[in-house]
């Protein structure tokens, strides 16, 4: 077990239906504290560079079009093992497959409008908190 922080997105699905309260209670119930919290419009080209690693995938053109279609909560999630931990308290990628109890399983709608971002890996996670936040978001 060790200390880490993660990324997490609330996706424009979940703010446009004004339930980012809930998701911020589940991290919180499990374990998480949010340690770094923003509300942003990102626009086409933020997204496509943040997404780049799915450059190549069938999805990537929709899930661009749709990560910039309305505002998204960016947050820092931290805590014991938070990049695993987030991973399953947000459960699978697609809602259907996602165990009961998970945000994506509750709250998502689809593979695509899943409710929320996890950084896979801490190394991912250390990238993607430097892609939305400065040093001065951050807790020291
Ligand atoms: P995750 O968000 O669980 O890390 P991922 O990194 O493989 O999943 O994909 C990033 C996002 O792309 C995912 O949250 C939703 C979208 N996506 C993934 N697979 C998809 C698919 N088969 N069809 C449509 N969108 C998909
Ligand atoms: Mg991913």
């Known amino acids: 077990m060790s200390l880490q922080r993660t990324l997490s997105i609330i996706k424009p699905d979940a703010v446009g239906r004004n339930i980012t309260g809930s998701i911020n209670a589940r991290f919180e119930q499990e374990g998480l504290r949010i340690t770094a919290q923003k509300m942003m419009f990102l626009c086409r080209s933020q997204v496509e560079k943040f997404y780049e690693i799915h450059r190549d995938k069938a999805f990537y053109d929709s899930l661009c079009e749709y990560m910039s279609s309305g505002p998204v909560v ?19 990628t697609n809602p259907a497959n996602a165990e009961i109890g998970t945000i994506r399983r509750d709250f998502g709608q689809n593979v695509e409008q899943n409710a929320v971002h996890g950084s896979d890996s801490v190394e991912n ?5 430097a892609f939305f936040f400065s ?3 951050l807790m020291p």
Do not use: P
């Not at 996670?125 to 908190?129: D, H, L, T």
């Open 74 to 92: 960016v947050q820092v999630l931290s805590g014991e093992d938070a990049v695993a931990r987030n991973r399953r308290i947000m459960g699978a």
């Open 125 to 129: 996670a250390e990238k993607e908190i």
């Open 135 to 137: 040093k001065l978001e």
